[in-house]
């Protein structure tokens, strides 16, 4: 499948261009002797790169690609349902509790544990609250999960200079 904005340039203007890089030219001087012939529009240096190299071809087109590879979708396109369906598919499978939870943090941008697992798996939950479960354990992006008072990493609001006047 190719992208439909992009530019289809005539071969004979690749095999021109890489006639020029078996000469020693480099992109800049191509995209300038390119320039002289009157293309319109004109290639990117990214463009003349890519015909010049091709190696550089390979591995922008494999960049390229990456975003359409199988694989876990960006967090939008999961809703809570497919979470908690992929959770259950991977305890299926015989995955230790820990690890589903390592998986799932690391797919879908969660904060379970192994205990939420286990509370997830079990089917005595009625919908809504599994619902706002799996939302609870959703990261929010710029937000660091809030440190409890138990774990000793909260901060003590300090007082300020009293505001008594001197007697």
Known sequence: MQNSKARRYPPRLVE????????GYRVCDARA??????VDPL???RTIKRWLDPDFAE???MSQRRGRLPGPQPRKRWTWQRKL????ELRALGI???????????DYALRLTPENVRHLIAD??????????????????GRRPVASKSDGRHH????GPSLQASA
């Open 59 to 61: 591995a922008d087109r």
């Open 124 to 141: 005595d939950y009625p919908e809504d609250s599994v619902e706002r479960l799996m939302r609870g354990y959703e990261l929010r992006r």
């Open 156 to 159: 003590q609001r300090q007082a």
């Open 43 to 45: 290639p990117a240096e």
């Open 16 to 23: 021109f261009v890489r006639r020029l890089g078996e000469q």
């Open 33 to 38: 002797a390119v320039a002289k012939l009157g």
């Open 85 to 88: 369906e992929r959770l259950r």
């Open 96 to 106: 230790s509790l820990a690890a589903v939870a390592k998986v799932m943090n690391h």
